[in-house]
């Protein structure tokens, strides 16, 4: 794949979500559905690359995060436009979900 997910930490995490669309998987590495999304989520970013983030956060070594947007099952994945919530995913989704959704960020709606 040429465009890795990036991997956001407490510091990095605001700075990065500030502007543009970003698509953030919170997730563990002990979650076995995480494991799963992986995959895919290196594919969307393959696929959105240049005109979106996407990046990873690990709600164990970043329970800031994970409480500032209230997430209580992983994975999960959130949806975000300029730091605002426009969608959210619970659960492993599939390429084509996750694409869809990023479009439609991308257009403004």
Do not use: H, Y
Not at 19 to 43: H, K, S, Y
Not at 50 to 63: P, T
Not at 83 to 106: D, K, N
């Amino acid at each position: 794949m040429g465009t890795a997910v990036a991997e956001l930490r407490p510091e990095t995490f605001a700075d990065a979500i500030s502007t543009g669309v970003v698509l953030v998987d919170f997730w563990a590495p002990w979650c076995g559905p995480c494991r799963m999304q992986a995959p895919i989520l290196d594919a969307v970013a393959g696929e959105v690359s240049g005109r979106v983030k996407v990046a990873k956060v690990d709600v164990d070594q970043n329970e800031q995060a994970a409480r500032r947007f209230q997430v209580d099952s992983i994975p999960t994945l959130v949806l975000l436009r300029d730091g605002a919530e426009v969608r959210r995913f619970v659960g492993v989704q599939p390429r084509e979900t996750l694409v869809s959704a990023i479009e439609t960020a991308l257009s403004g709606n």
